[in-house]
T-cell receptor, first 115, second 114 residues
């Protein structure tokens, strides 16, 4: 079945460091890919998405490129801030049933940014 | 604020009991999804409704059921509760059924079984 694998956390960085969170997927067909972020005590917020190969999603300085050849969707940010501390989830949209959509999530990566 | 409202925020109950979780989707969204987040299983899809009809089922136990009402709000019913049902339950909504549609999540209901 479809699945998503994220790099294990937790990840701890200093402010202004470069961030990469790896995400690879296994899927039939061509799913849409998403990154969601979860701040403490809150629900998941959509961070960015990409719907086809070579698409680049970007938002708030974060970027991820849909790489079909490596089945990857790594999240990157050039300079992280303390406010980026959260749990990040990579997800794919599994729509093998017509008219239905479910998100398949990775296990999440907890990111802590120290000042 | 995602626009998705879940009530209650917290529920504490005992094994064997039954609870109902409620979700109001964003205005204009026709699809509602339920997910369970637990430490051991991570985030798992439970069920999807679109405009009142069930569209997809995931890892939802037979003790659990859901429905979507004509006003598009949804309820998730959990019965014969077990300790392992303790988790954060999220509702999400999207505009339609399309695979490109992002899902917008509520803040969740934290269920604790004593």
């Amino acid at each position: 079945g479809n699945s998503v694998t994220q790099m294990e956390g937790p990840v701890t960085l200093s402010e202004e460091a470069f961030l990469t969170i790896n995400c690879t997927y296994t899927a039939t067909g061509y799913p849409s890919l998403f990154w969601y972020v979860q701040y403490p005590g809150e629900g998941l917020q959509l961070l960015l998405k990409a719907t086809k190969a070579d698409d680049k999603g970007s938002n708030k300085g974060f970027e991820a490129t849909y790489r079909k050849e490596t089945t990857s969707f790594h999240l990157e940010k050039g300079s992280v801030q303390v406010s980026d501390s959260a749990v990040y989830f990579c997800a794919l949209s599994d729509a093998r049933i017509q008219g239905a959509q479910k998100l398949v999530f990775g296990q999440g990566t907890r990111l802590t940014i120290n000042p | 604020d995602s626009g998705v409202t879940q009530t209650p925020k917290h529920l504490i109950t005992a094994t064997g009991q039954r609870v109902t979780l409620r979700c109001s989707p964003r205005s204009g969204d026709l699809s509602v999804y339920w997910y369970q987040q637990s430490l051991d299983q991570g985030l798992q899809f439970l069920i999807q409704y679109y405009n009142g009809e069930e569209r997809a089922k995931g890892n939802i136990l037979e003790r659990f059921s859901a429905q979507q009402f004509p006003d598009l709000h949804s309820e998730l019913n959990l019965s014969s509760l077990e300790l392992g049902d303790s988790a954060l339950y999220f509702c999400a909504s999207s505009e339609s059924r399309g695979t490109n549609q992002p899902q917008h999540f509520g803040d969740g209901t934290r269920l604790s079984i004593l």
